[in-house]
């Protein structure tokens, strides 16, 4: 099973970017996927999660209101819309799938057993 996280750049405060996660090998329908972020200096922490479904949706306090998850199980993809972005919001975004049949959102890194290469978000001031 292979992710390819794509989409992040240099952006300004205030700016949107949309980050891409694709995946093969396998199909990642039945699974919950998610977001994490590692930003310099700092540990892993979780994102955003969406279930297997696409219906349920997870996100960290701090960027509630401002990025969405979605999800095409058609095409095998995953998507976090990252809009109003702050210059704390700069990290390597990893894309995960998670390991439990018909999962459910879930913030813990241990649930998710497959991880893409990360994308550089970065925001400047």
């Known amino acids: 099973v292979q992710l390819q996280a794509s989409g992040g750049g240099l952006m300004q405060a205030g700016g949107s970017l949309r980050l891409s996660c694709a995946v093969s090998?396998?199909?990642?329908?039945?699974?919950?996927m998610g977001w994490f972020r590692q930003g310099p200096g700092k540990e892993r922490e979780f994102v955003a999660s969406?279930?297997?479904?696409?219906?349920?949706?997870e996100f960290t306090d701090s960027v509630k209101g401002r990025f969405t998850i979605s999800r095409d199980n058609a095409k095998n993809t995953m998507y976090l819309q990252m809009n109003s972005l702050k210059p704390e919001d700069t990290a390597v975004y990893y894309c995960?799938?998670?390991?439990?049949?018909?999962?459910?959102?879930?913030?813990?890194?241990?649930?998710?057993?497959?991880w893409g290469q990360g994308t550089q978000v970065t925001v400047s001031s």
């Open positions: 995960a799938v998670g390991i439990v049949r018909w999962g459910t959102t879930d913030t813990r890194g241990t649930q998710y057993g497959y």
């Open positions: 090998g396998r199909s990642s329908n039945l699974y919950a």
């Open positions: 969406i279930s297997w479904t696409g219906r349920g949706t």
